[in-house]
């Protein structure tokens, strides 16, 4: 668990939260607090704000220490203090969106005029998943699938007899294959309200060079090739089987 105090370029605390995920801590990633908060965060710019953080064993140690700063530093709404915090703090925080409120929020989502498919939004995420500091944090060793800690857990999970007899039973007897399931898809596809279409995603990777140029380069490697050859070889050998078993 993280303790993170925010401050201002003269170290002046202005927000002060708790998270179970380090990623949280980071000034950039601020979408879901408060307006306030916001505000001064775009004031101060967030490659400005100054980050001090506390790492706690347990989520009450969090709770306690989160709610002993806010009340130390005090709060702007009460007249008390620095903090753009509306709440006292101490709270673990939500427990999950209701059955309701989940709907509602897939309904929302599914929206092809939701703000989050505009042509801004995507350049943000765009931008940030490009930005330096997210990339060296997946690329080579950092990327977290390879810690040793997640490797031994996920093979931990899959060695349990139990759990794989569970996925094999989920995906048994799904019509992924069947010609209903494929014309199903084809006409989902074919939709003109379907994102593909309303945002032009096929476009723009067929108009973009760099792309191209690695779509090219991956369809010509060796190994591609090979797959390539040896899927082709079966398929002869299935047809000419098929031929020999109608003339016979």
Known sequence: ?????????????????????????NPKNSGSRNKS??????????????????????????????????????????NTGTLTNKMQGGSPGSKGLSPEKMIDLKFRLSDPNHPIRSSEARAKAVARLNSPDVKEKFLGDNNPAKSPKVRQKLKAIWENEEYRESQRVRKLGKPIHSNEEKEKRKQALLDKNHPLNILEFHKTLNSDPDIKAKRVATLQSPEQRARQSAAMKANWAKRKALKSESQS
């Open 37 to 78: 908060c916001i505000e001064k965060l775009t004031a101060i710019g967030a490659d400005n704000t100054i980050v001090e953080l506390i790492q706690v064993p347990t989520l009450e140690d969090a709770c306690q220490l989160e709610f002993n700063l806010i009340e130390k530093y005090g709060r702007l709404d009460l």
């Open 1 to 25: 668990m993280y303790v993170y105090i925010w401050k201002d370029t003269n170290h002046v605390p202005f927000y002060v939260g708790l998270s179970k995920k380090y990623h949280r801590t």
